[in-house]
């Protein structure tokens, strides 16, 4: 596609429920992120694919988090067991290259979440 | 581990006045550089970035920045900023030779330009 697409734009839950946010990178783009903007926090690091496998996980921030990558493409963040602090905008970004001369990520829009 | 810090959280300027919105990391080595901007409604963009060469970099809108590694500093700067500037802006940091290809974000400087 001609950017990063990402669904659903907004999710409003309760607590305790699991929810699935989806990103769809740009075609070809071999990395692919997953941050969590809040607040006042920045843009948090939650992890990172190079194609279907994720060298480096450590920025989910408990085991209620996971994520998946298939065909080398959409992604799918999932977080079980809903908690307040897990409100937030979940951005996805895609890269061409990860590496040392990766250049721009480009992002999608976001999900937003509010647990209720 | 690797950190950005973006000293300014909040900025109100008029148009035509100066900017300039500071940012350092953590990291010894050679890092990337990137400053990116969400719009109001809009997804973050890449402003400009740094990865070698000449240390002053220019990017859209007017914007540069300058890598000054003693300082492990990569300041955003515009001489006459516009209206239409008003957005909040990202540092961001890449260690391109440990192995991980995290991009580290700072948490951000929201400006707001008053016509």
């Known amino acids: 596609g001609a950017g990063v697409s990402q669904s659903p734009s907004n999710k409003v839950t309760e607590k305790g429920k699991d929810v699935e946010l989806r990103c769809d990178p740009i075609s070809g783009h071999t990395a692919l992120y997953w941050y969590r903007q809040s607040l006042g926090q920045g843009l948090e690091f939650l992890i990172y694919f190079q194609g279907n496998s994720a060298p480096d996980k450590s920025g989910l921030p408990s085991d209620r988090f996971s994520a998946e990558r298939t065909g080398g493409s959409v992604s799918t963040l999932t977080i079980q067991r809903t908690q307040q602090e897990d409100s937030a905008v979940y951005l996805c970004a895609s890269s061409l290259v990860g590496g040392a001369s990766t250049g721009e990520l480009f992002f999608g829009e976001g999900s937003r979440l509010t647990v209720l | 581990a690797q950190s950005v810090s973006q000293h300014n959280h909040h900025v109100i300027l008029s148009e035509a006045a100066s900017l300039e919105l500071g940012c350092n990391y953590s990291?010894?080595?050679?890092?990337?550089l990137f400053w990116y901007v969400q719009y109001p409604g809009q997804h973050l963009q890449l402003l400009l970035k740094y990865f070698s060469g000449d240390p002053l970099v220019k990017g859209i809108k007017g914007f540069e920045a300058e890598f000054i590694k003693s300082k492990f500093s990569f300041n955003l700067r515009k001489p006459s900023v516009q209206w239409s500037d008003t957005a909040e802006y990202f540092c961001?940091?890449?260690?391109?030779?440990?192995?991980?290809?995290?991009?580290?974000f700072g948490t951000g400087t929201r400006l707001k330009v008053l016509a």
């Open positions: 961001a940091v890449n260690e391109p030779i440990s192995g991980t290809y995290k991009y580290i």
């Open positions: 990291y010894g080595g050679t890092v990337n």
